[in-house]
């Protein structure tokens, strides 16, 4: 961001297209994934379905699970397990920010992200 004003920066934020809000969507790396890739990895990746995250922050803080969903234009990531009560007394599941989760796991399925990874470990 090149402002520092608070007002701009949520402004940009909310107001960003679609290719940028993906970004903003990201969780830091666990320290041995980032330790296993030896820097071919930022410290932070986007989200994506099927990952294992761990949540850092809130009241469901050191619970662990996987990826059902991310939606994008919120920066929300609804993680398998992580339900509230409504008054209703049903259960709905409870969508995470993503920079509140640590990434444990990456899904295998993504060709770039696995590549990355194996590279430098051989």
Same mark, same amino acid.
């Given at each position: 961001?090149?402002?520092?004003?608070?007002?701009?920066?949520?402004?940009?934020?909310?107001?960003?297209? /679609? #290719? %940028?809000?993906?970004?903003?969507?990201?969780? #830091? /790396?666990?320290?041995?994934?980032? &330790?296993?890739?030896?820097? $071919? /990895?930022? !410290?932070? /990746?986007? =989200? !994506?379905?099927?990952?294992?995250?761990? =949540?850092?922050?809130?009241?469901? $803080?050191?619970? @662990?699970?996987?990826?059902?969903?991310?939606?994008?234009?919120?920066?929300?990531? %609804?993680?398998?397990?992580?339900?509230?009560?409504?008054?209703? @007394? *049903?259960?709905?599941? !409870?969508?995470?920010?993503?920079?509140?989760?640590?990434?444990?796991?990456?899904? &295998?399925?993504?060709?770039? $992200?696995? $590549?990355?990874? @194996?590279?430098?470990? *051989?």
């Amino acid at each position: 961001m090149t402002s520092i004003q608070p007002r701009t920066q949520r402004k940009r934020a909310a107001n960003a297209p /679609l #290719h %940028v809000k993906r970004l903003l969507a990201s969780s #830091h /790396l666990s320290a041995e994934l980032h &330790d296993k890739a030896k820097g $071919r /990895l930022p !410290r932070a /990746l986007p =989200v !994506r379905k099927g990952d294992t995250v761990r =949540v850092m922050r809130g009241g469901f $803080r050191g619970r @662990e699970g996987k990826v059902v969903s991310v939606d994008r234009v919120h920066g929300t990531v %609804v993680v398998e397990g992580i339900t509230i009560e409504k008054v209703d @007394e *049903k259960k709905v599941a !409870r969508p995470l920010h993503a920079s509140n989760l640590l990434i444990i796991r990456m899904d &295998d399925t993504d060709a770039w $992200r696995r $590549r990355k990874l @194996e590279e430098k470990s *051989k």
